[in-house]
C-alpha cells in the first residue's frame, strides 16, 4: 500500500515516518501526477494560505478533488484540515471544499499557542498524544460527518466517509496508531464514493 504525503510545505518527513510504522511505504507527493500511482493521500500541517496557493500554482485542486471523488482516502492534518473544509470562517475562500465542516483558523490562538494532551479517540483502543500547533477548530459539521473526538467540547477529529481530518499533529509523536487508522480506512475503502 503507498500514501503520498502532499510535500508543497509543511510536516513531510514526518507524515512519511509515520506511515511506514504503520506498515505502509509513504512517498512525497510533488507533483500531480504521482497520485495515480497512490492508495491514500495525506494533506500535511503548514500554513493553509500558503498550501491553498500552491495547490492552484501546480494543479493540485482538480487532482485530488478528482482522486477524492473515486474513492481515495484523504487525511487532513492541522493545516490539512483547513484545506479540506468547504467553510472556512472570517470569508475565506475553501481550497479543495471535500469535507462537510467548517473551522476556525487559529482558533486557540490568544490563550494558547501550541500544546499537547492525551485525546480519547473514538476508533481508537489507546488514548492519543496529540500536538496542537496554531491549531484551527472544527465548528460546524453536515449530518455525513463523525466527530472522533473533541478537546473542551471542540471538535478536532473528524471523519466523512472515506475523508479524515485532525486539528492537531499526529505525525509528532512515536504513536502512530491514528496513521494505522487511516491506512484501515484505506483497506476497507469505507465511504467510497
Ligand atoms: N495556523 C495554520 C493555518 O491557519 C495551521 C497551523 C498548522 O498547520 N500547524 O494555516
Redesign the pocket.
Known amino acids: 500500500m503507498k500514501v503520498g504525503v502532499l510535500a508543497l510545505q ?1 510536516a513531510v518527513a514526518e507524515h512519511i515516518r509515520s506511515i511506514e510504522r504503520a506498515g505502509a511505504e509513504g512517498v512525497a507527493v510533488k507533483l500531480p501526477e504521482q497520485l495515480s500511482e497512490l492508495d491514500g493521500l495525506i494533506i500535511p ?5 500558503t498550501i491553498g496557493k500552491l495547490m492552484r500554482k501546480y494543479g493540485f485542486i482538480e487532482a485530488i478533488r478528482a482522486f477524492a471523488a473515486q474513492g481515495h482516502p484523504v487525511f487532513g492534518t ?2 490539512g484540515l ?1 484545506v479540506m473544509a468547504k467553510e472556512i470562517e472570517g470569508g475565506e475562500e475553501p481550497h479543495l471544499a471535500l469535507m462537510d465542516i467548517q473551522v476556525s ?2 482558533a486557540f490562538g490568544r490563550q494558547r499557542e501550541s500544546f499537547e494532551t492525551d485525546l480519547d479517540v473514538k476508533g481508537l483502543t489507546q488514548p492519543l498524544r496529540a500536538v496542537f ?4 477548530l472544527i465548528t460546524a459539521v453536515g449530518d455525513q460527518v463523525d466527530v472522533l473526538s473533541t478537546y473542551k467540547e471542540e471538535i478536532v477529529t473528524a471523519r466523512q466517509g472515506h475523508l479524515l481530518v485532525s486539528s492537531f ?1 499526529p505525525e509528532l509523536t512515536d504513536d502512530c496508531s491514528l496513521h494505522a487508522y487511516f491506512l484501515e480506512m484505506i483497506k476497507s475503502k469505507a465511504g467510497a464514493v
Open positions: 509543511g500541517g503548514g500554513e493553509s494560505t492541522c493545516a483547513i483558523r487559529n500547533i496554531r491549531a484551527p499533529h
